[in-house]
T-cell receptor
Framework: GESVGLHLPTLSVQEGDNSIINCAYS??????FIWYKQESGKGPQFIID?????DKRQGQRVTVLLNKTVKHLSLQIAATQPGDSAVYFC????????????FGAGTTVTVRA | GAVVSQHPSWVICKSGTSVKIECRSL??????MFWYRQFPKQSLMLMAT?????????EQGVEKDKFLINHASLTLSTLTVTSAHPEDSSFYIC?????????????FGDGTRLSIL
């Protein structure tokens, strides 16, 4: 079946540098995408979302880019901090599918001091 | 922001015990809640969709008689793992969206770590 996936399972980044986490999705009917951050032993925490009628959305220190042509989603974190170390998941939602989320495999981000 | 509370956060019990996990939306109403299961170093797998006032919808391969879901109010859903066995040990997470839109993000509880001895 179609699913959301991530290109890289791990990412090591120097504190202060920018991070880019990538995600590929295969369901062309998905119309809503979300990035979540999950710290050890906790539930996923909402970071930012984007609808399919947009290609970029910015939040505080984070930017999500959506390229529907190649079915690619990315999360950019500016000035990465130690507290950004976590597993990041992209998720997609299809309105016609009872709004269920499909999660990617996750990227583990480790920030080096 | 939206808050989802899950209780208990950690359970250890003997094989054959039934365990109930509660999921509450604290500051918003949720007609739909979702239950996920997550194994170590893996992604979240949707188990079922909990619908207020009606039967839950289970994903393929999830035993509805094993994982009983009750969504009796707009702010509470419960998951009961019946006659739990060691293979049921996992991290169970619930989520909820504000009523009224697929364009609303799901907000997650902090999960319940279930360990069956």
């Amino acid at each position: 079946g179609e699913s959301v996936g991530l290109h890289l399972p791990t990412l090591s980044v120097q504190e202060g540098d920018n991070s880019i986490i990538n995600c590929a999705y295969s369901n062309s009917a998905s119309d809503y995408f979300i990035w979540y951050k999950q710290e050890s032993g906790k539930g996923p925490q909402f970071i930012i979302d984007i609808r399919s009628n947009m290609d970029k959305r910015q939040g505080q220190r984070v930017t999500v880019l959506l390229n529907k042509t190649v079915k690619h989603l990315s999360l950019q974190i500016a000035a990465t901090q130690p507290g950004d170390s976590a597993v990041y998941f992209c998720a997609e939602k299809e309105e016609s599918n009872d709004y269920k989320l499909s999660f990617g495999a996750g990227t583990t981000v480790t920030v080096r001091a | 922001g939206a808050v989802v509370s899950q209780h208990p956060s950690w359970v250890i019990c003997k094989s054959g015990t039934s365990v109930k996990i509660e999921c509450r939306s604290l500051d918003f109403q949720a007609t739909t809640m979702f239950w996920y299961r997550q194994f170590p170093k893996q992604s979240l797998m949707l188990m079922a969709t909990s619908n207020e006032g009606s039967k839950a919808t289970y994903e393929q391969g999830v035993e509805k008689d094993k994982f009983l879901i009750n969504h009796a109010s707009l702010t509470l859903s419960t998951l009961t793992v019946t006659s739990a066995h060691p293979e049921d040990s996992s991290f169970y997470i619930c989520s909820a969206s504000r009523t009224g839109g697929g364009g609303q993000p799901q907000h997650f509880g902090d999960g319940t770590r279930l360990s069956i001895l």
